[in-house]
């Protein structure tokens, strides 16, 4: 995807409304939007959107974990998989 080739002054936005919904929706790609020849939007479809959204957080989530790898602030994978068989051993006692 080449940015250059989805940027809209304003005006087209105004004017092709329901064609860029329906563009958006097929392509899924973003379309920038100017004013006074400065980029000022980006409009894209709501599945792209959420999806970009998921992405991000995912992102979030292996950050925090990598600062808690780097803090020394986890478990090796043996030493939880054998607590967590011993919990299983004590509910199933119970």
């Not at 087209?12 to 860029?20: C, W």
């Not at 392509?27 to 980006?42: H, R, Y």
């Not at 790898?69 to 994978?77: L, S």
Request: net charge negative; hydrophobic share 35%; charged share 30%.
């Amino acid at each position: 995807m080449h940015l250059a080739d989805h940027v809209k002054p304003i005006s087209y936005l105004k004017s092709e409304a329901a064609q860029i919904v329906k563009d958006l929706t097929e392509s899924g790609e973003p379309l920038i939007i100017t004013q006074n020849g400065e980029a000022k939007l980006v409009v894209q479809d709501v599945r792209t959107y959420e999806s970009t959204q998921q992405t991000i957080a995912l992102l979030k989530i292996l950050a925090i974990g990598q600062k808690q790898i780097e803090r020394g602030d986890h478990v090796d994978g043996d030493e939880f998989f054998a607590e967590l068989n011993e919990l299983d051993q004590h509910e199933k006692l119970r």
